[in-house]
T-cell receptor, first 112, second 112 residues
Framework: LAKTTQPISMDSYEGQEVNITCSHN???????ITWYQQFPSQGPRFIIQ???TKVTNEVASLFIPADRKSSTLSLPRVSLSDTAVYYC?????????????FGKGTTLSVSS | SAVISQKPSRDICQRGTSLTIQCQVD?????MFWYRQQPGQSLTLIAT?????????ESGFVIDKFPISRPNLTFSTLTVSNMSPEDSSIYLC?????????FGPGTRLTVT
C-alpha cells in the first residue's frame, strides 16, 4: 500500500479556507485517495474520496493533480467544530477488500 | 453508508480478564475490520474478518489474544483476552461498503 505524508499539525481561524496536502509518491494505478476526520473519542468519519482531478461534496473538495502523487483536501470556511485530526489514506478499490492503513494524520486547530 | 454500533462503549477491566466487544451493522457487509487506537496514536489494523472464513491477523496480533467471530453478515465480535494495562485502547470496528470504509464509534477499554 502506498505510504502517505502529511503535515503533523495546522492552525487556522474561523471563516478561513484550509488546505491540507498529502503526498503519496508510490500510489498505484488502482489506488483511490480517501480522507477521514476524527474527533476525540470517536471513530473516523469519511469525508471524501477521489481517483483523479477534482471531487466536491457538501463538506469538502479534493484536488488531485494529473500525476496523482499528491492530493489536497480543501475545507471552505472552517469553524471551531472542524478542529479534529484529518487522515489521508491511499488504497485499492473496493473489490480488493484491503483494509486502509492509517498514518499519523494532521491535527487541525481552528481558533476564533 | 452504514450505521454501526459497538457494545460496550467503554469498560474498565482488571488485568488477566477478558472482554468481548460487539459490532453490529445495519446492513449486510462482507468485509469487516477491527482496529486499535492507543492513546494519542493513529489507528492500527488488528485483523480482517470476512463472513464464512477465518479472520486474517496483521503482524503483531494473534488469534489467541484477539479471537474474532463473524457469525453472519451484520455482526462480529472481538475478544481481548488475558488483558494487561498495555491493552488499554479504543477498539473500533469498520465495514467496507461501496469502496469506502465506515467506522463504528469505538469501545474505550481501560485495564487496571
Amino acid at each position: 500500500l502506498a505510504k502517505t505524508t502529511q503535515p503533523i499539525s495546522m492552525d487556522s481561524y474561523e471563516g478561513q479556507e484550509v488546505n491540507i496536502t498529502c503526498s503519496h509518491n508510490n500510489i498505484a494505478t488502482n489506488d483511490y485517495i480517501t480522507w477521514y476526520q476524527q474527533f476525540p473519542s470517536q471513530g473516523p468519519r469519511f469525508i471524501i474520496q477521489g481517483y483523479k482531478t477534482k471531487v466536491t461534496n457538501e463538506v469538502a473538495s479534493l484536488f488531485i493533480p494529473a500525476d496523482r502523487k499528491s492530493s489536497t483536501l480543501s475545507l471552505p470556511r472552517v469553524s471551531l467544530s472542524d478542529t479534529a485530526v484529518y487522515y489521508c489514506l491511499v488504497g485499492p478499490a473496493n473489490q480488493a477488500g484491503t483494509a486502509l492503513i492509517f498514518g499519523k494524520g494532521t491535527t487541525l486547530s481552528v481558533s476564533s | 453508508s452504514a450505521v454501526i454500533s459497538q457494545k460496550p462503549s467503554r469498560d474498565i477491566c482488571q488485568r488477566g480478564t477478558s472482554l468481548t466487544i460487539q459490532c453490529q451493522v445495519d446492513s449486510q457487509v462482507t468485509m469487516m475490520f477491527w482496529y486499535r487506537q492507543q492513546p494519542g496514536q493513529s489507528l492500527t489494523l488488528i485483523a480482517t474478518a470476512n463472513q464464512g472464513s477465518e479472520a486474517t491477523y496483521e503482524s503483531g496480533f494473534v488469534i489467541d489474544k484477539f479471537p474474532i467471530s463473524r457469525p453472519n453478515l451484520t455482526f462480529s465480535t472481538l475478544t481481548v483476552s488475558n488483558m494487561s494495562p498495555e491493552d488499554s485502547s479504543i477498539y473500533l470496528c469498520s465495514v467496507l461498503i461501496g469502496g469506502v470504509q465506515y467506522f463504528g464509534p469505538g469501545t474505550r477499554l481501560t485495564v487496571t
